[in-house]
């Protein structure tokens, strides 16, 4: 993301990454809008706030792209296969570390 960021790639668009690292890239990264969430997805551009959220970003790229989690679909066997939980995109499930 560092990477992408410094050359530009990000500007103007909106990103997460780790929390505890917000505040640094908002300083390096300003035409970039860095908000506190577990993914983003901005257009093309998908950004996730840790490794774990890459999971969460992940279930929410395949719910956009197939469809739903309806019984039956795409979505909810790969879920279900892979006992991935639902997580709050804003943190609301877990204490706050900034």
């Not at 066997?77 to 943190?91: A, C, E």
């Amino acid at each position: 993301m560092i990477t992408s960021a410094s050359a530009g790639v990000l500007d103007g668009k909106t990103c997460t990454g780790p929390r505890p690292f917000l505040p640094m890239f908002r300083n390096q990264f300003p035409k970039t809008t860095w908000i506190e969430k577990r993914y983003v997805n901005d257009g093309k551009v998908w950004t996730s706030g840790a490794l774990l959220n890459g999971l969460d970003m992940m279930r929410a790229f395949i719910a956009e792209t197939w469809g739903g989690s309806e019984p039956g679909k795409l979505l909810d066997i790969l879920l279900q296969l892979g006992h991935v939980p639902i997580r709050d995109v804003d943190y609301k499930d877990a204490p706050s570390t900034l």
